[in-house]
C-alpha cells in the first residue's frame, strides 16, 4: 500500500475534473447504465431537495497520521490543508444561530487540527450538545498528546464514531495500513476504560465498517453481531453500533477500482443494488458539509469531487441557512454509493 | 456470439432466463431467494454451503457470486477455504468410496 496521498504522488486522480470526467464516461455516457439524475427520475425524486437541516459536518483538515487504501478524503501525514482559527470563528458564529442540533467533525484525524480541543470547547459554548468525532483511533496511541483524548471526549459526551474495517487484523491492516489494527484494539479498550460504549454508559462509542475491496457491505445487523461477538471474545470490548458504509467510487477509491480493473463491475453492483427508499434519507437531505478553508457542500464526498453547493450562498462567512436550505443538491454518479441496498450515510443504513 | 463457453458479465443476465419462461424462471428465482434467507441455519452458513458447493459444481458464476457474497458477510478467507476443502473433501471422499466396489468386484472375480 502506498503511504502517500494521490495528490503527493502527482496521481492524475488528485484532479476532481478527472474523477467527474470518468464518473460520466464509458458506461454511463454509452447508455450501458443509466446515470444517478436519470434514474432518481424514474420515481420522480430529481431534483434532490434538503429537509430540515440537522447536521453540520466540518472537516477539520485532510491531515492523517493514516493512509488508508480506500480513503475519499485522499487523506494522510503529507495533506497540509488545515482549517484556521479564523475559519473556526466563522463556523462558531454559524453554530449560534443554526436550526442543526449536531456538530459533526471530520478529516482527515480531526484531533490533528492544533485548536481542535478548543474549537470544541467553544462550540460546547454556543450550545452544541449533540458532537460526534469520526475518530481514526489509532490517532488516540499516535503520540503521547493524544493518550487523553478519552477523557478529553468524555468531558464534552462526544459521540465516537470510528472505523474499524474487520475483526481480524489481516483485513484491517491490509486496508489501514500495518499496526492498524493493534492500535486500534488498544484504543478502544482505552475509550472502553472511561466508559465509552459500554452497558449503561451514555457515552457512545460506533464503529463504521467499509468493505476492503470492490464489494458492497453486507446486512448491517448481521455485520453488527459478528463484530460485537469478536470483538468481545477475542479483547472484551464493548461498543454500541455499527455501521456499515459503502465505499463510493472516487479519490483512492475510485484509483483501485480502476487499477484493479473492478470499476465497471462495482458500478453495475451499485445501480443493481440501488434503492429508492434509500434517497428519501440520504445524508445530504440533512446535513451541510463545511471544508477546512470553509467552502459549503451537499456531503464531504462532494466536498471530495469539489462541487460547491448550488446556491448564491457558497462560503461559511456568507451563511444564510434559509437562502442555504432552498437549493437543488448537486448530484453524479458516486451518489450510487449512499443509493445502494439499505442505503448508507454517515450514520448508517438509511433505508 | 461470445468465442468463449462462459464470459463473467454473463452472470448479471442471470434473470434474463425468464424473458423466455417468464412463470418457470419467476418461480425459480422465488424458491431460489426463499432458500437463502435467514432460517434454522443462517445466511452466513448457507452462503459457506452454497461457496463449497459451487466449487463441487465447478460452476464459475457461482464461485464468482459466492465468493463476494462471503466477503460482503465478513467470511475471511481462511473460512471460504476451509468451506472449499469441505465439498473437495466430501468429492474424494465420494470417488475413494467406490474403491470398496472395486474392492467387493476384485474378492468376487478371483479364486
Redesign the interface.
Known sequence: MSKKSLLARNNDLANTERQLEILSNGIFANGELPTFAKKIKETNQFPLRPKKLEILQINLGYMCNQVCAHCHVDAGPDRKEIMTTETMKQCLEVIEKTGAHTLDLTGGAPEMNPNFRWFVEEASKAGIKDFIVRSNLTIIRANKKYYDLPEFFKKYNVHVVSSMPHWTRGKTDKQRGNGVFDKSIKALQELNAVGYGMPDSNLKLDLVYNPSGAYLPGDQMALEQDFKKALKDDFNIEFNSLFAITNLPISRFLDYLIASENYEDYMFALVDAYNPAAVENVMCTNTISISWDGWLYDCDFNQMLNLKVNSKIKHISKYNEEVLQDRNIIINQHCYGCTAGAGSSCQGVVA | MSKTYYD?ADL?KFGNISDWNKELGDSFFEYYGKVFEEGAL???EKSLIALAVSHTEQCPYCIDAYT??G????I?KEEMMEAVHVGAAIKSGATLVHGVQMMNKVNKLEM
Open positions: 463473467p448479471r443462517t445466511a452466513r463476494k457474497d466477503l460482503q458477510r465478513g475471511t
